[in-house]
Protein backbone atom coordinates (compact mmCIF):
# COMPACT_ATOMS: atom_id res chain seq x y z
CA UNK A 1 0.00 0.00 0.00
CA UNK A 2 2.64 2.10 0.67
CA UNK A 3 3.95 1.80 -2.87
CA UNK A 4 0.53 2.85 -4.51
CA UNK A 5 0.65 5.69 -1.78
CA UNK A 6 4.07 7.06 -2.67
CA UNK A 7 3.80 6.65 -6.40
CA UNK A 8 0.60 8.69 -6.34
CA UNK A 9 1.49 11.19 -4.09
CA UNK A 10 5.17 12.37 -4.48
CA UNK A 11 5.13 10.81 -7.75
CA UNK A 12 8.33 8.02 -7.55
CA UNK A 13 8.78 5.55 -5.06
CA UNK A 14 11.55 5.03 -2.45
CA UNK A 15 14.10 2.36 -3.04
CA UNK A 16 13.40 1.10 0.36
CA UNK A 17 9.74 0.92 -0.38
CA UNK A 18 10.30 -1.44 -3.53
CA UNK A 19 12.55 -3.35 -2.40
CA UNK A 20 10.04 -6.00 -0.42
CA UNK A 21 7.36 -5.66 -3.20
CA UNK A 22 8.73 -8.20 -5.89
CA UNK A 23 9.35 -10.80 -2.60
CA UNK A 24 5.80 -9.78 -1.40
CA UNK A 25 3.68 -9.85 -4.79
CA UNK A 26 5.70 -11.06 -6.92
CA UNK A 27 6.74 -10.21 -10.37
CA UNK A 28 3.71 -10.52 -12.10
CA UNK A 29 1.55 -9.30 -9.48
CA UNK A 30 3.54 -6.28 -8.67
CA UNK A 31 3.37 -5.43 -13.26
CA UNK A 32 -0.32 -5.70 -12.38
CA UNK A 33 -0.56 -3.44 -9.74
CA UNK A 34 1.61 -0.76 -11.33
CA UNK A 35 -0.20 -1.50 -14.89
CA UNK A 36 -3.95 -1.23 -12.69
CA UNK A 37 -2.04 1.82 -11.03
CA UNK A 38 -1.53 3.62 -14.50
CA UNK A 39 -5.17 3.09 -16.04
CA UNK A 40 -6.65 4.59 -12.44
CA UNK A 41 -4.44 7.81 -13.35
CA UNK A 42 -5.47 7.97 -16.94
CA UNK A 43 -9.53 7.26 -16.25
CA UNK A 44 -8.49 10.13 -13.61
CA UNK A 45 -6.48 12.66 -15.90
CA UNK A 46 -9.44 11.94 -18.66
CA UNK A 47 -12.95 12.35 -16.71
CA UNK A 48 -10.92 15.68 -15.05
CA UNK A 49 -10.09 17.01 -18.93
CA UNK A 50 -14.03 16.73 -19.84
CA UNK A 51 -15.30 17.71 -16.37
CA UNK A 52 -17.49 14.86 -16.67
CA UNK A 53 -20.40 15.22 -14.46
CA UNK A 54 -23.50 13.24 -13.78
CA UNK A 55 -26.75 14.90 -15.77
CA UNK A 56 -28.66 17.43 -13.30
CA UNK A 57 -31.72 14.86 -12.68
CA UNK A 58 -29.77 11.84 -11.60
CA UNK A 59 -29.12 10.99 -8.21
CA UNK A 60 -25.19 9.70 -7.72
CA UNK A 61 -24.43 5.88 -6.80
CA UNK A 62 -21.42 6.88 -5.01
CA UNK A 63 -20.46 6.07 -2.52
CA UNK A 64 -22.16 3.48 -1.59
CA UNK A 65 -22.53 2.71 1.68
CA UNK A 66 -20.51 0.14 3.42
CA UNK A 67 -21.70 -3.01 4.52
CA UNK A 68 -20.31 -4.59 7.85
CA UNK A 69 -16.78 -6.03 6.97
CA UNK A 70 -16.69 -9.79 6.41
CA UNK A 71 -14.06 -11.61 7.52
CA UNK A 72 -11.24 -12.24 4.49
CA UNK A 73 -9.00 -15.18 3.71
CA UNK A 74 -6.08 -13.38 2.46
CA UNK A 75 -5.02 -17.06 1.43
CA UNK A 76 -7.95 -17.12 -0.66
CA UNK A 77 -7.65 -13.81 -2.56
CA UNK A 78 -4.36 -15.01 -3.39
CA UNK A 79 -4.72 -17.45 -5.14
CA UNK A 80 -8.12 -16.03 -7.19
CA UNK A 81 -5.12 -13.23 -7.90
CA UNK A 82 -2.97 -15.46 -9.53
CA UNK A 83 -5.53 -17.31 -11.66
CA UNK A 84 -6.62 -14.35 -13.51
CA UNK A 85 -5.37 -14.07 -16.48
CA UNK A 86 -4.34 -10.23 -17.00
CA UNK A 87 -1.94 -9.62 -20.19
CA UNK A 88 -0.25 -6.31 -20.33
CA UNK A 89 1.44 -5.57 -24.16
CA UNK A 90 3.51 -2.73 -24.67
CA UNK A 91 3.77 -0.68 -27.82
CA UNK A 92 7.33 -0.12 -28.62
Given at each position: MQLVRESFQQHKVRSDTFAPAPR???KR????????????????????AVDLRLPYNRKPLLP??????????????S?????????VQFLL
Open positions: QLGNLMDLCYLMGEVATTAVVLHVPEPAAPRINMGEILAWRRRSVR
